[in-house]
């Protein structure tokens, strides 16, 4: 929203207010819902109340207005900010394992004053309204409420994969369910990065109704990420049998052949970010958005259940990388007589190329040689070399990216 109107100060400002006084009318009403809650809660109270600093933290936190802003460097200080801000509170305060209440209070005020850091700057430069301007904030409600949907959709089939592996399996397959996943996402977070730049930029061209600027910002978005998403995908799938016995140990080699299952998704989840996060959402087509995920939810609870009376732990990743085939195909053509799928997929084969040569030489490696850390950078090494060398001899469209970036940054 702030991408939209930021051209027009008088505008933005009006629209940071309406949805700042949203945003703060719905935390107080969390809070409210907490202290409810707090009321029946028989546990540790002392670790939730602690906890629940966060819940306050969230009414202060502005990054969404940098964010359509384009203004990156200032969130990325910020963040910088709270690391460096709790590891110092830590050090000076946490003296034993018992001060776990202390601990979490440091992390949440850490956070609480990290966003509050980012209010001076916006307040004097973005903040200032007209004296008769009305504000309508909630006007903001319903299209707020209608994104909240697939965050909760995603977090539902996310969790219900654990709880259902707990209930059918045991806990210990849940256990590795959540360390597959986490090491997988922790990749994935390279390939989505882009959609949380690009999306604002994306935004602002609609507002312009600049279409041919949009298509073409997507078109090598999704290049971009394709040339990073196989290679990951095939990267990890190609190093986990061993990097997850190394990573958490020996009692966790079940996590392996998990992880080479659930790799897919690094790709799956890539193009959804672009067409998804990086289109739909700009161009204001959130039903097409909201319908995509709630579509991977539903197909994943359907599979579950017999995926994971037959295949138990892999079965639950099967059923994962199909939700989110689903998602990413169903976004696909939604958008087919918008864009040009074949220009988008054009190069898409000198990278599925480039990556199936390297993952064969890597997981060769990794199936016959010692397993350990210093074998694994090897692999990763060869993996590299293997990959970049086949896309330069290709000439794949990554390669003039590149360059262009870098001519770039030497001018500067």
């Known amino acids: 929203e702030i991408a939209y109107v930021r051209d027009n100060k008088q505008k933005m400002a009006a629209t940071f207010w309406e949805i700042q006084i949203v945003k703060t009318v719905m935390t107080v009403v969390a809070y409210l819902s907490f202290v409810v809650f707090m009321a029946f809660y028989s546990g540790n109270k002392t670790y939730m109340w602690a906890q629940s600093i966060n ?3 969230v009414a202060f936190d502005i990054s969404w207005l940098y964010q359509g802003l384009e203004d990156f460097k ?13 590891m110092i509170a830590i050090f000076i305060f946490i003296k034993s394992p018992k001060d776990v209440a202390l601990y979490i209070i440091v992390l949440a005020l850490s956070t609480l004053l990290g966003n509050l850091t ?34 909760i959709a995603t977090q539902l089939y996310v969790q219900l994969n654990r709880t259902m592996l707990g209930l059918m399996v045991d806990q210990k397959a849940s256990g590795f369910y959540q360390y597959s996943d986490n090491l997988v996402k922790l990749i994935l977070a390279f390939v989505t990065a882009t959609g949380t730049v690009m999306l604002p930029h994306v935004a602002n061209a609609f507002a312009q109704h600049d279409m041919e600027k ?3 910002m997507l078109y090598k978005s999704f290049d971009f990420v394709s040339a990073l998403a196989y290679p990951m995908m095939f990267g990890i799938a190609g190093v986990s049998l061993t990097l997850a016995p190394l990573y958490y140990s ?27 996060t990086q ?5 204001n087509r ?18 579950n259940f017999p995926f994971i009376s037959l295949w138990g732990l892999n079965g639950a990743m099967w059923a994962t990388v199909l939700s989110e085939v689903a998602v990413t195909g169903y976004q696909l053509y939604v958008v087919r007589k918008d864009l040009d799928l074949s220009l988008m997929f054009q190069s898409s084969w000198k990278y599925l190329l480039a990556s199936g040569v390297m993952f064969v030489a890597v997981f060769g490696m990794n199936t016959h040689l010692k397993a350990s850390w210093l074998w694994l950078i090897c692999e990763v090494a060869v993996g590299v070399v293997i990959y970049a060398g086949l896309v330069y001899f290709l000439k794949a469209p990554i390669i003039d990216q590149a360059k262009n970036l870098i001519s770039k940054k030497l001018q500067k």
Do not use: C
């Open 279 to 283: 289109y739909l959402l700009p161009v």
């Open 55 to 57: 819940v306050l933290a």
């Open 118 to 151: 980012l209010w001076p700057h916006a307040v004097n430069n973005y903040g200032h309204v007209d004296r008769g301007t009305k504000l309508n904030p909630w006007r903001h409600f319903v299209p707020t409420v209608t994104m909240f949907v697939p965050q």
């Open 250 to 276: 020996s009692k966790y080699a079940p996590v392996g052949p998990a992880m080479l299952i659930e790799s897919i998704v690094i790709l799956m989840i890539g193009w959804s970010n672009v067409i998804g």
């Open 74 to 86: 200032r969130t990325v200080l910020r963040n910088t900010f709270v690391k460096i801000t709790s």
């Open 214 to 216: 949009v298509h073409k």
């Open 286 to 303: 959130v039903k097409d958005f909201t319908t995509s995920v709630t579509i991977g939810a539903v197909v994943n609870i359907i599979l």
